[in-house]
């Protein structure tokens, strides 16, 4: 029976910082105990009439759908909202718009712009809320990416991740945050011009310092993968910022993870995995790469045995639903 810690009950998660080190290490494995019940063909009521509003200003495939899914799957309901389904910010707060909506929902369940408007949700509502993305953010994201490295290592403490691209997106800083507290040293590579703010990297590296890794920014793409056991990418041009198209793809091409940089690692045909939050630019079947061709990565590495891709896009389920679990479900366990 895995047992459930209650000292999580009515917690909301806003960004990686608001789970300690233990916390963290538990959301994981108590993801790995409910995938396993899934796969066990065990549809339960650990959620029965709980309610879940999903709110979305950006749009979605992985989010949106294992957020339903995770409720339901425990008995619960799921009620999608669209920016033009609220009234965020024009004809009412945010602020005013949470406290009606937690009087009505069990938890909330945000993706959108501004890291200030899930705070407010969480802040008002009374109800737990959790971060699907915001610009600043994406700790679910994260929580799929740790569990997939720990089914595809065990202990992940000490592993390598280098995520090479973007440095100072929401991704990156996620994953540069989620590695310090999980004890798995982090590479951000990438240009200069990109790179993570100052504040973020010293936060980190303290972080990193108690848990016995390392935290580095490196420029040079081959040098910064060197003994990575994860590599990691994301797509170069983020939702919002498609006005700087050119700009990025300029900036990035030589930070394209390819067989050479996979070669890089030292662990081709070892220990090595290949991790992409999605979607993905890495062949000529997208509207967007038709023209372009393959852009963060190719589809070589893509398609590769050691590509964990599609494990990484379910445990996005499985992990949202450990967050809904250990918030809302007064069971000692299952």
């Not at 063909?41 to 495939?61: H, P, Q, V, W, Y």
């Not at 790179?195 to 016995?212: K, M, W, Y």
Request: charged share 25%.
């Amino acid at each position: 029976m895995f047992e459930l810690d209650h000292a999580l009950l009515g917690r909301s998660l806003l960004n990686i910082r608001s789970l300690s080190d233990a916390e963290l290490a538990y959301m994981v494995e108590l993801a790995i105990a409910l995938k396993a019940r899934r796969k066990a063909g065990i549809r339960g009521d650990l959620l029965r009439r709980m309610n879940i509003a999903l709110i979305f200003e950006k749009s979605s495939t992985r989010t949106r759908n294992s957020a339903a899914v995770a409720v339901r799957d425990e008995g619960g309901n799921a009620e999608f909202l669209t920016g033009h389904d609220t009234h965020f910010g024009v004809k009412e707060s945010v602020a005013d718009s949470a406290r009606v909506l937690g009087r009505l929902f069990d938890g909330i369940l945000f993706r959108g712009f501004k890291q200030g408007t899930v705070e407010t949700l969480a802040a008002r509502s009374g109800v737990p809320v959790w971060n699907g993305l915001t610009d600043e953010s994406h700790p679910t994201q994260f929580l799929a990416d740790m569990m997939t490295m720990r089914e595809a290592f065990g202990d992940v403490r000490g592993k390598t991740m280098a995520y090479v691209g973007d440095g100072r997106n929401n991704v990156a800083n996620s994953l540069m945050m989620g590695c310090a507290k999980a004890g798995i040293n982090f590479v951000n590579v990438t240009p200069r011009e990109l790179f993570p703010s100052e504040a973020l990297v010293g936060e980190a590296r303290a972080i990193a310092a108690r848990n016995g890794c390392s935290v580095r920014v490196e420029t040079d793409p081959k040098a910064g993968v060197k003994g990575a056991n994860v590599l990691y990418t994301d797509v170069w041009v983020s939702m919002g910022e498609e006005d700087k198209k050119a700009e990025r793809l300029a900036l990035l091409r030589p930070y394209q993870v390819n067989a050479a940089l996979c070669e890089a690692t030292g662990n081709l045909g070892g220990a090595l995995i290949f991790l992409h939050c999605l979607p993905a630019f890495h062949d000529a079947n997208t509207e967007v790469s038709r023209e372009t061709g393959a852009l963060e990565v190719t589809d070589e590495v893509f398609e590769a045995p050691f590509s964990r891709v599609f494990d990484e896009a379910e445990n996005r389920m499985h992990t949202i639903k450990a967050l809904y679990v250990s918030a809302l479900c007064r069971e000692p366990g299952f």
